[in-house]
């Protein structure tokens, strides 16, 4: 059964500095997609980034990366740069090829320091 | 605006009620997906419908049931509602029902149950 782990419940992080938010997945099968969202204090789900299974290079959106390590089922994103408007809630969340369901880890939220 | 329409956005009620939640996904799009988020919580996967039929069912109560009609808009029906069922109800839709492609959320309809 596919699996999202978000170990980290919350995080601090200091104004233009780098962060990491970690997930690790669980899945059986070869092909899934993996996606980032971050929810704000104001509720919605917005989309930042996706990674493919057999995707060679790692996703880049703007000061989103996502550093994915296959073989360690890994899928951190990593926020360049931070911003006050980062702190939010970050979701991982995986697709399998079938595509029924999309499931999410548990979340880390992020708070980022002046 | 991702262009999922959920209505209502803030609904209020007592236990043992019936409530409707309403979802329009973004035009195009023939996957529709419902969330349960509980106050502090991840997305809960609920139910996912793929133009008018159930395709995949999370841990979705009994007393909850769902439908995608013909113009691909969904409801989630919820009854005999308890306390615990207080929560951020989220619907999203895709175009494809493969590994890739984001989920696009509506703003979510935030249910407290008295």
């Known amino acids: 059964a596919q699996k999202i782990t978000q170990t980290q419940p919350g995080m601090f992080v200091q104004e233009k500095e780098a962060v990491t938010l970690d997930c690790t997945y669980d899945?059986?099968?070869?092909?899934?997609?993996l996606f980032w969202y971050k929810q704000p204090s104001s509720g919605e789900m917005i989309f930042l980034i996706y990674?493919?299974?057999?995707?060679?290079q790692n996703a880049t959106e703007g000061r989103y990366s996502l550093n994915f390590q296959k073989a360690r089922k890994s899928a951190n994103l990593v926020i360049s740069a931070s911003q006050l408007g980062d702190s939010a809630m970050y979701f991982c969340?995986?697709?399998?090829?079938?595509?029924?369901?999309?499931?999410f880890g548990a979340g880390t939220r992020l708070f980022v320091k002046a | 605006d991702s262009g999922v329409t959920q209505t209502p956005k803030h609904l209020i009620t007592a236990t043992g009620q019936r409530v409707t939640l309403r979802c329009s996904p973004r035009?195009?799009?023939?996957?529709v997906y419902w969330y349960q988020q509980s106050l502090d919580q991840g997305l809960q996967f609920l139910i996912h419908?793929?133009?008018?039929?159930?395709?995949a069912k999370g841990n979705i109560l009994e007393r909850f049931s769902a439908q995608q009609f013909p113009d691909l808009h969904s409801e989630l029906n919820l009854s005999s509602l308890e306390l615990g069922d207080s929560a951020l109800y989220f619907c999203?839709?895709?175009?494809?029902?493969?590994?890739?492609?984001?989920?696009?959320f509506g703003e979510g309809s935030r249910l407290t149950v008295l």
């Open positions: 899945t059986s099968d070869q092909s899934y997609g």
């Open positions: 999203a839709s895709s175009v494809v029902q493969g590994a890739t492609g984001e989920l696009f």
């Open positions: 969340a995986m697709r399998e090829t079938g595509g029924f369901k999309t499931i």
């Open positions: 419908y793929y133009n008018g039929e159930e395709r």
């Open positions: 990674q493919g299974s057999y995707d060679e």
């Open positions: 035009s195009g799009d023939l996957s």
